[in-house]
């Protein structure tokens, strides 16, 4: 008993655990506070559910853009999780059809995740914008006749921009997760399945998916949370409506009007509510898998 107390993971993870558990609890108690209107500056002394109450009932100035918002991010989200997750599988299996999975193929995925989301979404404006690269390339070449008659790729009503900003970071992030669980697999399901005659497709739908899918739903999951959850990218190639809700929670936050901040904080906690219900079924996910 004393040597698994000794050896128990749990024990060696407990200065991180009671580091990260201290701040996240200390942060999501003032949020949780200041959602209820507890705050200095204000002469409110009880707790209050206002803010709650008019963003579930689209009252008030954030109620009114909240249930819009909601839907724009799990568009976003969804949507760009989607799109990585199938991109990811379908590299992660031409790479080891190809029997390409070697250094070269892992050191350019990973040159990729080098640069912060932040560069990445700066990079995409100055190349699709309007005013970009290739809007300036396309005109040069006489297939717009000016900038200005690009398609909209960023900035957009449909968050196109956003979308391509993830898709471009989060590729390659699952397709490093694929091809890990790629690695540890023999190769004998693949030449068993060969000898049978199944056709590629067949051997990619009934071998190769099933090896991976837990984790690429795992990793897909998480890659939805934080897309979710993120403010760079939808603050940088975004437009002022509709916007995702980090975007629409650090507005009210900053807003001169300090009854204003209630409201942002009940977003940011709506936030944090979705994305630990993710992460969680994520987790179960994993667990049930193993």
Same mark, same amino acid.
């Given at each position: ?27 999501? @108690? ?38 819009g ?32 999975? %070697? ?10 995740l080098?640069?912060?989301?932040? @560069? ?6 100055l ?14 070449? +006489? ?12 900035r ?8 391509? +900003?993830?898709?471009?970071?989060? @590729? ?26 199944a ?19 795992? +990793? ?42 209630? %409201? ?13 219900? @993710?992460?969680?079924?994520s987790?179960?996910?994993?667990e049930?898998?193993?």
């Amino acid at each position: 008993m004393r040597d698994r107390l000794i050896f128990s993971p749990w024990l060696a993870l407990a200065p991180a655990l009671t580091i990260v558990s201290v701040l996240l609890g200390a942060s999501l @108690v003032y949020g949780v506070a200041q959602s209820w209107g507890l705050m200095s500056g204000l002469e409110q002394e009880t707790l209050s559910l206002r803010a709650y109450s008019d963003l579930f009932t689209g009252q008030g100035i954030a109620g009114r853009e909240f249930w819009g918002s909601l839907a724009f991010s799990l568009w976003v989200s969804a949507a760009s999780t989607l799109i990585s997750a199938a991109c990811a599988l379908f590299v992660a299996v031409w790479l080891s059809e190809r029997r390409a999975i %070697d250094s070269t193929a892992t050191f350019a995925l990973n040159w990729n995740l080098a640069f912060p989301h932040l @560069v990445w979404a700066v990079m995409l404006l100055l190349l699709l914008s309007q005013s970009g690269l290739l809007a300036r390339w396309a005109a040069s070449f +006489g297939l717009v006749d000016q900038p200005a008659a690009f398609p909209v790729l960023v900035r957009d009503t449909f968050g196109i921009g956003i979308i391509l +900003g993830y898709i471009g970071k989060e @590729v390659p992030f699952l397709t490093l997760l694929v091809i890990s669980v790629l690695r540890t697999q023999p190769e004998g399901y693949k030449l068993v399945a060969e000898n049978l005659g199944a056709s590629r497709w067949q051997r990619i739908r009934y071998v190769t998916l099933p090896l991976v899918a837990p984790s690429l739903l795992a +990793g897909a999951l998480l890659v939805f949370a934080f897309i979710f959850s993120s403010y760079e990218a939808p603050a940088l190639l975004g437009v002022n409506s509709p916007r995702m809700l980090s975007v629409l929670a650090l507005r009210f936050f900053n807003d001169p009007d300090l009854r204003a901040r209630a %409201d942002g904080m009940a977003i940011s906690l709506v936030i944090t509510v979705i994305t630990l219900l @993710v992460a969680w079924v994520s987790l179960w996910k994993g667990e049930n898998n193993e």
